[in-house]
T-cell receptor
Framework: DAGVIQSPRHEVTEMGQEVTLRCKPI?????LFWYRQTMMRGLELLIY????????DSGMPEDRFSAKMPNASFSTLKIQPSEPRDSAVYFC??????????????FGNGTRLTVT | QKEVEQDPGPLSVPEGAIVSLNCTYS??????FMWYRQYSRKGPELLMY????GNKEDGRFTAQVDKSSKYISLFIRDSQPSDSATYLC??????????????FGQGTILTVHP
């Protein structure tokens, strides 16, 4: 199993530019999560999907952030326009079933975003 | 106030020491408790999962939950340099799609030196 695959691993962009982060979950997993990690705030849940449907997007900080899951094997997180305070490591995670207790989250290795 | 509080450390111990990592949480609705381990420049990976108050053991690792005091602990016996990582506690509610909505602590940076 290849695990959760995220791209790119690193992204450096200028303020105001659009940023798109990509995620391929583990095959057979029905739930997908986007987290953001910073030194100050730790690991924060942005949004999660179950069977490709967004369940909870209350963690999305602003309208500048949007996420889509067009099919079971692909998701994107878009920031438009980007700002320096968006600099963080963005993790995608998947699990077999968010409705089952104890179903572990499998994380990708993250995308390190730097907005200058 | 954060719903899950964890001392970020850093914590440095000699090889072979017993390590104690702790978290407190404020929301009684949290019913499930997990510990994740995160190596540098990697994503977190699940280490331990527990539901009830009490102890759960897995090799050198013991997870302890005290729901009455809202306190979560992870003990590492005979610590090894390979245990050097950031340890994150996490909690979730029960029911529906809540199981997957994890709230993480800040993470404790642990270094085990030879």
């Amino acid at each position: 199993d290849a695990g959760v695959i995220q791209s790119p691993r690193h992204e450096v962009t200028e303020m105001g530019q659009e940023v798109t982060l990509r995620c391929k979950p583990i095959s057979g997993h029905n739930s997908l999560f986007w987290y953001r990690q910073t030194m100050m705030r730790g690991l924060e849940l942005l949004i999660y999907f179950n069977n490709n449907v967004p369940i909870d997007d209350s963690g999305m900080p602003e309208d500048r952030f949007s996420a889509k899951m067009p099919n079971a094997s692909f998701s994107t997180l878009k920031i438009q326009p980007s700002e320096p305070r968006d600099s963080a490591v963005y993790f995608c995670a998947s699990s077999r079933a968010v409705t089952v207790a104890g179903s572990p989250l499998h994380f990708g290795n993250g995308t390190r975003l730097t907005v200058t | 106030q954060k719903e899950v509080e964890q001392d970020p450390g850093p914590l440095s111990v000699p090889e072979g020491a017993i390590v104690s990592l702790n978290c407190t949480y404020s929301n009684s609705a949290f019913q499930y408790f997990m510990w994740y381990r995160q190596y540098s420049r990697k994503g977190p990976e699940l280490l331990m999962y527990t539901y009830s108050s009490g102890n759960k053991e897995d090799g050198r690792f013991t997870a302890q939950v005290d729901k009455s005091s809202k306190y979560i602990s992870l003990f590492i016996r005979d610590s090894q340099p390979s245990d050097s990582a950031t340890y994150l506690c996490a909690t979730s509610r029960a029911g529906g799609t809540s199981y997957g909505k994890l709230t993480f602590g800040q993470g404790t940076i642990l270094t085990v030196h030879p």
